[in-house]
């Protein structure tokens, strides 16, 4: 019989390279990683890793069984939480993962009234940009993803093995500092900044600034890129630069020295949670889900 612990272990050596490093990531030691691998071959009669001095390999039966531990574990927890809920467990464990803006804008929210009204949940956050976020979502490491995608970007970023909880539209805004010519400006066309020097932000963020720059028929001159939003608005507030950001990135940040404006042809990005088929109806991430959803109405 192969053990949801086994697969856990196999994971984090195929993941790791080595035993030694899948005992630190497991906070476990190196020989407890040796005999549970050891076990595991035991139980499925056949090599699962091909051992060559200190580097590590799966055989074909090792990649098959990771390529299955993922749905497996998040089968196992679903498992796991509903039937603690049925038995009258008020509990639950939620490991949620977001994207900066989302931690600071949306999250704080969410949570506050999740805990208010189940204050037996527990939830764990973890800051990851997609596609990463999205990824660690089906490799079982989370349970919940707070996650974005740029109009257009449907084609290119399938989320059809997932659900998919829509929560706001959130428009890009130009940012400009306070003493700029179009700092008064009701709305710019994006074409107006061809000339200005530009403060990018996360590297995807960047590649659709590019991709809007060049649809108005110019390549942006980025003098400075950060994943910091309050640094990239500290940057033009000093005068550095112009910048375009999405709003919800401006919610929680005063942004001194600078202004927003509303920038044209209008650029929106989806927000939505994401979670696996098989977790959807556990109790707390179902909660999750839905506090989420109000906070992005607020």
Same mark, same amino acid.
Do not use: N
């Given at each position: 019989?192969?053990?949801?612990?086994?697969?856990?272990?196999?994971?984090?050596?195929?993941?790791?390279?080595?035993?030694?490093?899948?005992?630190?990531?497991?906070?476990?030691?190196?020989?407890?990683?040796?005999?549970?691998?050891?076990?595991?071959?035991?139980?499925?009669?056949?090599?699962?890793?091909?051992?060559?001095?200190?580097?590590?390999?799966?055989?074909?039966?090792?990649?098959?069984?990771?390529?299955?531990?993922?749905?497996?574990?998040?089968?196992?927890?679903?498992?796991?939480?509903?039937?603690?809920?049925?038995?009258?467990?008020? $509990?639950? =464990?939620?490991?949620?993962?977001?994207?900066?803006?989302?931690? #600071?804008? &949306? @999250?704080?929210?969410? +949570?506050? %009234?999740?805990?208010?009204?189940?204050?037996?949940?527990?939830?764990?956050?973890?800051?990851?940009?997609?596609?990463?976020?999205?990824?660690?979502?089906?490799?079982?490491?989370?349970?919940?993803?707070? $996650?974005? =995608?740029?109009?257009?970007?449907?084609?290119?970023?399938?989320? #059809?093995? &997932? @659900?998919?909880?829509? +929560?706001? %539209?959130?428009?890009?805004?130009?940012?400009?500092?306070?003493?700029?010519?179009?700092?008064?400006?009701?709305?710019?066309?994006?074409?107006?900044?061809?000339?200005?020097?530009?403060?990018?932000?996360?590297?995807?963020?960047?590649?659709?600034?590019?991709?809007?720059?060049?649809?108005?028929?110019?390549?942006?001159?980025?003098?400075? %890129?950060?994943?910091?939003?309050?640094?990239?608005?500290?940057?033009?507030?000093?005068?550095?630069?112009?910048?375009?950001?999405?709003?919800?990135?401006?919610?929680?940040?005063?942004?001194?020295?600078?202004?927003?404006?509303?920038?044209?042809?209008?650029?929106?990005?989806?927000?939505?949670?994401?979670?696996?088929?098989?977790?959807?109806?556990?109790?707390?991430?179902?909660?999750?889900?839905?506090?989420?959803?109000?906070?992005?109405?607020?």
């Amino acid at each position: 019989m192969i053990e949801a612990r086994h697969l856990r272990v196999l994971r984090a050596v195929a993941a790791t390279g080595s035993f030694s490093a899948a005992a630190r990531e497991l906070g476990c030691t190196q020989p407890a990683v040796s005999q549970q691998m050891k076990a595991l071959e035991q139980s499925t009669g056949t090599p699962l890793l091909i051992r060559t001095g200190r580097e590590m390999r799966l055989t074909q039966a090792g990649e098959a069984l990771v390529r299955h531990a993922s749905g497996i574990l998040a089968g196992l927890t679903a498992a796991e939480e509903e039937v603690a809920a049925i038995a009258g467990l008020r $509990a639950g =464990r939620v490991r949620l993962v977001s994207f900066p803006s989302g931690s #600071s804008a &949306l @999250v704080p929210t969410a +949570l506050a %009234a999740l805990r208010a009204a189940h204050p037996g949940t527990r939830v764990s956050l973890v800051d990851a940009e997609p596609p990463r976020s999205v990824e660690m979502l089906r490799d079982g490491d989370c349970d919940v993803a707070l $996650a974005f =995608r740029y109009d257009g970007a449907h084609a290119t970023e399938d989320w #059809s093995d &997932l @659900v998919v909880r829509p +929560l706001l %539209a959130d428009r890009l805004v130009g940012l400009v500092p306070e003493g700029h010519r179009l700092a008064r400006s009701a709305s710019v066309a994006i074409g107006e900044l061809a000339d200005e020097p530009w403060i990018a932000g996360c590297p995807r963020c960047r590649r659709q600034l590019v991709d809007v720059c060049e649809g108005a028929g110019f390549t942006p001159r980025i003098d400075f %890129a950060t994943d910091d939003y309050p640094a990239v608005i500290s940057l033009v507030g000093a005068g550095l630069g112009v910048a375009v950001l999405p709003e919800l990135a401006l919610e929680s940040v005063r942004p001194k020295g600078a202004r927003a404006v509303a920038v044209e042809p209008a650029v929106r990005r989806e927000i939505v949670a994401l979670t696996l088929p098989d977790l959807e109806q556990v109790p707390a991430v179902a909660a999750t889900l839905d506090h989420l959803a109000r906070a992005a109405t607020r």
